[in-house]
């Protein structure tokens, strides 16, 4: 929980507005059914259906495709941040993170995003 609202809090200062913040994987499923997101964050230890799971389900679909899909998660082994990156995670963000981590990584994400949109906008 208390992640979850440092996260909120960043975002907040970065300037971004409407943010969802959910407890487990059948909140997030439910909210993204009905949602579009610029960017969603996963943790590897979602509870429910994992957070890696629900990436790779994510992934399939063709709505998620402008979306940068974040994980923020305690697993730090190089094989979780090789699995989530094949997978299609944007970003891979260690917990516990500094503010000044998570804004660089932000930045990053936020550059990708525009990079992505730059690329569809192209195509159409």
């Known amino acids: 929980m208390m992640i979850r ?3 909120e809090t960043f975002l907040q200062e970065e300037g971004l507005q ?3 913040l959910v407890g ?9 059914e009905f949602h579009n997101y610029d960017i969603i964050f996963l943790d590897w230890n979602l509870p429910g259906r994992s ?6 389900s994510l992934r399939q ?6 979306a940068a899909i974040v994980m923020v998660t305690a697993q730090a082994e190089e094989r979780y941040v090789i699995e989530a990156l094949k997978a299609g995670a944007t970003a891979y963000i260690v917990k516990p993170v500094s503010a000044e981590s998570f804004h660089n990584n932000l930045l990053k ?4 995003l525009e990079r992505v949109r730059a ?3 192209a195509r159409e």
């Open 5 to 7: 609202r440092l996260i």
């Open 18 to 20: 409407h943010i969802d």
């Open 24 to 32: 487990d994987s059948e909140e997030a499923e439910a909210k993204l």
């Open 51 to 56: 957070g890696y799971s629900l990436l790779q």
């Open 61 to 66: 679909e063709r709505k998620h495709d402008r």
């Open 109 to 112: 994400i936020v550059q990708w």
């Open 119 to 121: 690329l569809q906008s």
